[in-house]
């Protein structure tokens, strides 16, 4: 990718992130509820809108020199991704197993899918690493956004 399509991307993220945070911000805090702060209906896309606008001047900012070189199969990696999300959304989610289990192995495919695409071909014997690797961080988000959700946002998961 050119740093002029990462500039144009990244003021879009900055956009988007900027629409996310303003809309959540005009939610209802549902006060005369006496609703638990952590828990109106507003915060987390509001959290997710300020982490999009800074990720998206991040990228905005960076610099052209920052690239490594590698040719970025962007489409095929976009293709991926959708199909990875799509399947949790629509064939996993809420279809029998607990939440951190089919989390848990969502992530685990996806993290181990996009290490695999990134990985250094002349890494003898890497794949049981990365398995391994990918499962330990799959595992531990899991627990940690169950628990997030749960406790924090009080917020039952299927």
């Given at each position: 990718m050119r740093a002029g399509s990462d500039r144009r991307i990244g003021a879009g993220w900055c956009a988007l992130g900027t629409a996310v945070l303003a809309a959540s911000w005009r939610m209802d805090r549902l006060e005369g509820l006496h609703v638990n702060p952590w828990s109106v209906p507003g915060l987390l896309p509001g959290l997710l809108g300020a982490l999009m606008m800074l990720f998206g001047a991040a990228l905005f900012l960076r610099g052209?020199?920052?690239?490594?070189?590698?040719?970025?199969?962007?489409?095929?990696?976009?293709?991926?991704?959708?199909?990875l999300c799509v399947g949790f959304a629509a064939g996993l989610l809420?279809?029998?197993?607990?939440f951190w289990l089919t989390a848990a192995g969502f992530m685990f495919v996806a993290i181990l899918s996009f290490r695999?695409?990134?990985?250094?071909?002349?890494?003898?014997?890497s794949l049981g690493r990365l398995a391994f690797e990918s499962a330990a961080i799959a595992i531990a988000a899991s627990i940690a956004i169950s628990l997030l959700f749960q406790e924090v946002f009080l917020v039952r998961l299927p």
């Open positions: 052209p020199g920052v690239h490594d070189g590698k040719k970025a199969s962007g489409t095929g990696r976009t293709w991926l991704a959708l199909v809420g279809h029998g197993l607990p695999w695409l990134d990985r250094d071909a002349e890494a003898a014997g």
